[in-house]
């Protein structure tokens, strides 16, 4: 069974820079795409980005396109999302996520196996 945690979260003025980090246990996800999402209280949970197990292709969406990568380092069973010029949109609680093995890189919640317990990123004015 795999577990996702994520760390590095916390406080940040608007325009700086934060750089959150996802550790699995339990197995390796090295053959898995893994995702970052968030969610504010009261909405649906958002994708942010996402990457292939080979660590070739990443995806993003419009919002943080230019602003957020993602990267991952199969050794360490590590995938960190590096979050620059933060909006006050971007706060939410981001949630690290495990796709199925072998599958492509997805957008959407439902094709993620396991799922972090989220992390608060807080940006303030």
């Known amino acids: 069974q795999v577990q996702l945690a994520e760390s590095g979260g916390g406080l940040v003025q608007a325009g700086g820079s934060l750089r959150i980090s996802c550790t699995a246990s339990?197995?390796?996800?090295?053959?898995?795409?893994m995702g970052w999402f968030r969610q504010v209280p009261g909405k649906e949970r958002e994708f942010v980005a996402t990457?292939?197990?080979?660590?070739?292709?990443?995806w993003y969406s419009d919002s943080v396109r230019g602003r957020f990568t993602i990267s991952r380092d199969n050794a360490k069973n590590t995938v960190i999302l590096q979050m620059n010029s933060l909006t006050l949109e971007d706060a939410a609680v981001y949630y690290c996520?495990?796709?199925?093995?072998?599958?492509?890189?997805?957008?959407?919640?439902?094709?993620?196996?396991?799922w972090g317990q989220g992390i608060q990123v807080t940006v303030s004015s």
């Open positions: 990457i292939s197990w080979s660590g070739g292709i990443t």
């Open positions: 339990g197995g390796t996800v090295s053959r898995r795409a």
């Open positions: 996520a495990a796709g199925r093995t072998e599958f492509a890189p997805t957008s959407v919640v439902s094709g993620y196996d396991y």
